[in-house]
């Protein structure tokens, strides 16, 4: 299976990394380290450096029980450190849910909309989108921050995802956007519950969202089903910023598995990760580059992982 590319975005031949940089005070993952603008501006030249093949800046914070900023406020914060690390020729990509906001951005030079939404917040924003002509990330998606984890009720989290982003791709495809220039992202850790494996079986399914045509972005870095995975004999969780270990072995596996991109903090050991599954797959029968049933996520589960193939 080969990796659809994206116009207007970086095409090496694997899996590309996303950085974050969070120019917010109260993101769950780095606790306000790049909301001064220079600071913000700083890290994304270093990401660059690391490895990213694309730098997202947001500013506003969905981790879960985040309120809303206001969009004045949204754009002083994401506005200049667009402006300097396009003029240093960085590919950037704007982590917004509002449609003025993009379409700021895209004039300051991002090129990719990053909408954790995938448009039902702001209605507007798959005419916005379509208007500009850049590639459109459609997340899956059940609420608001603040409320989001209340709806995370699945009977088959994989089909519902899976049906709830088709459905959204119509929609957008409907106002315009061009089917070659949308993204799915199966929403990690918004409303999809960490206690109940939500999140492992999305993992664990990939192919069940490569399947719908479109390239996939996962977002799995320092994510809070992670820190349960990863917490202490008595119950304490590990901390959001010693997941990045973690982070890199999903890195290494999704992008075995024919995910797009990857969106993480640390750059440099993803980058590392994903050259290693690019060179792997590249070594690897060319049986295993076949196309995969969009059903078969429910068959084959007893089936040994093979690295070069789309299941995870």
Request: glycine letters at 10%.
């Amino acid at each position: 299976m080969t990796t659809a590319a994206v116009p207007g975005l970086p095409e090496p031949g694997r899996c590309l990394v996303m950085g974050v940089v969070n120019v917010t005070p109260d993101s769950f993952s780095d606790g306000g380290a790049w909301f001064d603008p220079e600071k913000a501006i700083r890290h994304g030249l270093d990401l660059v450096t690391e490895g990213a093949d694309i730098v997202d800046v947001g500013g506003e914070s969905t981790r879960p029980g985040a309120q809303r900023v206001s969009q004045e406020e949204e754009l002083r914060r994401v506005v200049p450190v667009i402006e300097a690390l396009v003029a240093e020729n960085v590919p950037v990509s704007v982590d917004t849910m509002r449609a003025e906001v993009a379409e700021v951005a895209v004039n300051a030079g991002a090129r990719l909309v990053n909408d954790v939404s995938g448009g039902l917040a702001d209605p507007d924003m798959p005419r916005v989108v379509a208007a500009a002509g850049v590639p459109y990330v459609v997340m899956h998606w059940r609420g608001h921050s603040h409320d989001m984890q209340t709806r995370a009720v699945y009977t088959d989290v994989v089909r519902e995802v899976r049906e709830e982003l088709a459905h959204r791709v119509d929609a957008v495809l409907q106002e315009g956007v061009d089917p070659s220039m949308i993204v799915l992202d199966p929403g990690l850790g918004f409303g999809k519950n960490p206690q109940t494996g939500h999140n492992w079986s999305l993992l664990a399914h990939l192919d069940a969202f490569t399947s719908l045509g479109h390239p996939v972005l996962v977002g799995a870095s320092r994510k809070a089903f992670l820190t349960r995975l990863l917490a202490e004999p008595d119950g304490t969780r590990r901390p959001f910023g010693e997941c990045d270990d973690a982070t890199v072995a999903i890195t290494s596996l999704v992008a075995a598995a024919g995910a797009w991109c990857v969106r993480v903090h640390r750059v440099r050991p993803n980058a590392d990760a994903v050259r290693v599954a690019a060179a792997i797959r590249a070594a690897g029968p060319a049986s295993a580059a076949g196309p995969v049933s969009e059903d078969s996520h429910d068959a084959g589960a007893s089936a040994g992982y093979d690295i070069g193939s789309p299941r995870l």
